[in-house]
């Protein structure tokens, strides 16, 4: 739930050759990592996400330059900038996210709990909308 997104600290390993910053699975993360992906080369102006999950979880960084990850549970809506390779955001399951406000040259890494599986995908917002509903009513995440 939207209570566990947050901004996650990571160890940064300070040195005057260059910074070094590192990320363990189940401990600077809540999750075993099971894939990484990246968008880069995003021209000015795109937006990306727009889109929730039932299950997966994932972890946000901005390795390079700076964007805007916008989140919502279906209760209200939370901007989150990431400008820096040491800040990730992290994300739970069942809540929506659409990114923006790309920087020329920025690089968005995500590290995600699961494998790519489209089915655990929600892509249609009034979709996504009703089954919090449901499970505000009760029901169990399907
Ligand atoms: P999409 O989820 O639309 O990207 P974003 O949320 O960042 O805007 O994914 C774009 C395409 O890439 C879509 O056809 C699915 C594919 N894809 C994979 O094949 N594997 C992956 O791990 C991811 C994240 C996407």
Known sequence: TIEDCRIIHLPKVQDPRGNLTFIEGKKHVPFDIKRAYYLYDVPGGAERGGHAH?????LIIA???????????????WRFHLNRSYYGLYISSMVW????????GSVCMVLASTYYEESDYYRNYDEFIKAVRKIDNGSPVS
Not at 65 to 76: E, N, R
Not at 97 to 104: C, T, V
Request: glycine residues 10%; without cysteine.
């Open 54 to 58: 039932q299950q997966l979880e994932q």
């Open 97 to 104: 996210r659409e990114l923006d406000n790309f920087s020329s």
């Open 63 to 77: 390795m390079s330059g700076s964007f805007d990850v916008v989140l919502d549970d279906g209760h209200g809506q």
